[in-house]
């Protein structure tokens, strides 16, 4: 069963998040920054990465890249409290599978790990 790695920076995102996918019987992995997850064993090639994108010590921009070049198989969601514009311009240089910005509706959030789960 595919994994689903939370990298988010408030704790009370990453636990709602990382609880909410629990409960629906997912094997999760939580992280509180891009570094704790890359010093973690690394994602499964169907797995997904639910991504915030700043942190203040690393970028989820950059991680989104390693990723994608690492491990193509290995499906985004980005997380983001920042601008529209802003956003925007990150999910350019992102091309996520999904995004969402905060406060995010848990209902859709799980939808959407359920039809990318279905696809691995």
């Known amino acids: 069963m595919l994994c689903v790695h939370i990298i988010?920076?408030?704790s009370s995102?990453?636990?709602a998040l990382a609880e909410l996918l629990t409960a629906d019987g997912r094997p999760v992995r939580a992280f509180e920054?891009?570094?704790?997850f890359l010093e973690a064993p690394p994602p499964g090639p169907d797995d997904?990465?639910?991504?915030d994108l700043?942190?203040?010590?690393?970028?989820?921009?950059?991680?989104?890249k390693l990723l994608k070049r690492d491990f193509p198989g290995v499906k985004i969601i980005v997380?983001?409290?920042?601008?529209?514009?802003?956003?925007?311009?990150a999910l350019i240089a992102i091309?996520?599978?999904?995004?969402?910005?905060?406060?995010?509706d848990a209902a859709a959030f799980a939808a959407c790990i359920k039809t990318l789960a279905a696809r691995a």
């Open 8 to 10: 988010e920076d408030d």
């Open 13 to 15: 995102v990453r636990d």
């Open 33 to 36: 920054s891009p570094q704790a």
């Open 48 to 51: 997904i990465v639910v991504l």
């Open 54 to 64: 700043h942190f203040p010590d690393g970028s989820g921009v950059e991680v989104a």
């Open 79 to 89: 997380v983001s409290g920042v601008r529209a514009g802003l956003l925007a311009r």
């Open 95 to 104: 091309e996520p599978a999904a995004s969402f910005r905060k406060p995010i």
